[in-house]
């Protein structure tokens, strides 16, 4: 099934690019060279073609293949609001890929398809709670950029007011992990904050300042800094 998908990705390879590519991310796979524009052209027309049992089955084995351009395929095969008649399997196989993040593209793209499912159904934080304790650095990091559409509402409902506010509380254990990664997660998810919530976005830089490493926290207040002059 899968091999007139990658077929039409490498048709699209350009060697050069890739090269620099696989230098840029330091990631040990193979590199086609794609840019975004090309791989989200090939990925909307699959979604049109395909229901979503096969678009699920082809998402995992483009996943499998471990070339940069088929694993970024198979998030953005899954990166959809509706996902009917069932996005259960969508989800479950998203979650499952956490444990092969390994670069910062790779982990942002399944992260904005996790993104469309746990705000389809909010009961999935249950599980990215646990991605917290994770001994995996990336996975502990996908709890954040997963949990970004929380960052986002003006107007948020209490339900959703006890979600922004668990994820804060996630962020306040891991503010002493001071790997970078999981540190620049934590700046980006209050920075995002700050747009629709400055007041708690202050409240947490005040509580936690001594903890995070002094990048996160100016990532953190940057438009706030800016709207303060």
Do not use: C
Request: hydrophobic share 45%; charged share 30%; glycine share 4%.
């Amino acid at each position: 099934m899968i091999e007139p998908y990658l077929e039409a990705l490498e048709a699209l390879s350009d060697p050069e690019r890739a090269l620099q590519m696989r230098k840029y991310h330091k990631a040990d796979r193979r590199y086609l060279g794609l840019a975004n524009p090309q791989i989200d052209g090939l990925t909307k027309s699959w979604r049109a073609e395909l229901d979503l049992e096969d678009r699920i089955a082809l998402s995992d084995a483009l996943w499998k293949t471990d070339i940069f351009e088929g694993r970024l395929a198979a998030a953005k095969l899954l990166t959809q609001a509706r996902l009917r008649p069932d996005d259960a399997p969508a989800w479950r196989l998203i979650a499952s890929w956490t444990p092969d993040f390994d670069s910062w593209a790779i982990a942002d793209h399944a992260s904005m398809a996790a993104q469309k499912r746990l705000v389809a159904n909010p009961d999935r934080l249950d599980e990215v709670e646990t991605w917290i304790t994770s001994d995996h650095m990336w996975t502990r990091r996908a709890a954040f950029v997963s949990t970004l559409p929380w960052t986002k509402q003006n107007h948020p409902k209490p339900h959703e007011l006890a979600a922004r506010d668990r994820i804060l509380g996630w962020a306040a254990k891991l503010v002493t992990d001071h790997q970078w990664f999981i540190q620049k997660a934590i700046g980006w998810w209050l920075r995002d904050l700050s747009r629709h919530d400055p007041a708690r976005t202050i409240a947490f830089v005040e509580a936690h300042r001594e903890a995070m490493k002094p990048f996160a926290v100016k990532e953190a207040m940057r438009h706030l800094k800016k709207a303060g002059g």
